[in-house]
């Protein structure tokens, strides 16, 4: 059975930093391209970055660069999202993606907010 599950979001302080999360099972993580997505109220889902299986090469949306870093750990069947410099603009809630498919996670909540 496929699985998804993110974890890291939080409320943080313009400026401030989250490390999100997303664990997978089912598949084989390590041939699989991934990606991170958010959600805003009201808005509709946005792809943010992501990250090949072999060569690990990485796209970002422009809203993002130079800010968040995707990364995997293809031995711990894992994929990290680094987010720094947060904005107010970034805050929603972020979900794991395999490429490709309708395959999601619960998500996991980012508020950035003084």
């Known amino acids: 059975q496929v699985q998804l599950v993110e974890s890291g979001g939080g409320l943080v302080q313009p400026g401030g930093s989250l490390r999100l999360s997303c664990a997978a099972s089912g598949f084989t993580f390590s041939r699989t391209a991934m990606s991170w997505y958010r959600q805003a109220p009201g808005k509709e889902r946005e792809r943010v970055a992501t990250?090949?299986?072999?060569?690990?090469?990485?796209t970002y949306v422009d809203s993002v660069k130079g800010r968040f870093t995707i990364s995997r750990d293809n031995a711990k069947n894992t994929m990290y999202l680094q987010m720094n410099n947060l904005k107010p603009e970034d805050s929603a809630v972020y979900y794991c993606n395999i490429v490709g498919t309708a395959t999601w996670g619960q998500g996991t909540q980012v508020a950035v907010s003084s």
């Open positions: 990250i090949t299986s072999v060569s690990r090469t990485t």
